[in-house]
């Protein structure tokens, strides 16, 4: 049964849920082309200096070569369309997460008696407006 004083808590735990996991889910396609991107940069950089003589390589030219490798494996990866569809799919996931969170809050908050988000930061809007009209009234 549903209960007109109370929000359905189960409902938005089970969408909060949907929102996590479809974050997870974002986060771990992002995460596995940010990770295929640096294993493109250390292969590239292994495979230049697969046939010298590593005890007679200058330490920075070896660390400028892999920071040259990095940048360019890097730079291919971030314009690449996959790339930019998982971006894409990570921050939309991340702003429903967080929206369900926030509607999740509200309703405890207003359930238990406390003030909301929202209603502090229209609070805070009213301070500061009666600010400005102080400080007018001041000045006249």
Known sequence: PKFADMPNFAAMGSK????????????????KLVADG??????DYVDSYK?????QIDP???????????NTALLEIQKSEPFLEAQRALLNA???????Q???????AKHMGLPTRSEVDELIDLVHELRKEIAVLKGQ
């Open 16 to 31: 909060a849920l949907k929102e996590t996991l479809d974050y997870q889910q974002a986060s771990m396609v992002f995460s």
């Open 38 to 43: 640096w294993a493109k940069a250390y292969s």
């Open 51 to 55: 046939d010298q003589d590593w005890s």
């Open 60 to 70: 920075q030219k070896a660390m400028d070569d892999w920071i040259k490798q990095a």
């Open 94 to 100: 991340s702003l429903k997460l967080k929206k369900q």
């Open 102 to 108: 926030n509607q999740q809050v509200e309703a405890w």
